[in-house]
């Protein structure tokens, strides 16, 4: 595991992006958690407050040799929207914006690069509002949000805006899937 690299992201609900990287090539572990924000160790109930300036991420340990952090970033910005700032559809707050956390200074450069490229393209009609720093603070959520998908499929919550990110992301990266 020495060549596998770490990349933490914020894209709304951690649920929901979890959902989608379990299924992606390459991915080796997927781990729900508060990260970029002040508090120390926060939990749930706290983060939901918006005032330990934590974001709900998702932190990903990947395989270079399998999938590209480029790879990685563009099934990101497939499923959230990264014009709204501090929101993702219903889900309110500092604790939902968009933001890729880099590990590397590779990881940085390829972030600002994607976003560039996406800016300049018209892809949004919005300005792109993803926040790219350097990950800090992080802590992992409580054990019932890890692989909260998996395990709940047909919650409310889960059908309604888990499972369309997972289509989307299965229809548009189909090459991307896991076997």
Known sequence: MSD???ITLGGGCFWCTEAVYVQVRGVVDVESGYGN?????????????GTTGHNEVVKLTYDPAQISTREVLEIFFIIHD?????RQGNDVGT???SGIYFSTP???AVAREVIAEMAASGVYSRPIVTEVAPVAN????EAYHQDFFERNPDQGYCMAVAAPKVAKFRKTFARLQRG
């Open 106 to 108: 590779e990881q940085e």
């Open 95 to 97: 604790q939902y914006r």
């Open 37 to 49: 924000g002040h508090a120390e160790r926060p939990s749930y109930e706290q983060v939901c407050t």
């Open 138 to 141: 992080y802590w992992p959520a």
């Open 4 to 6: 596998m690299q770490t």
């Open 82 to 86: 990264p014009t709204t700032l501090n």
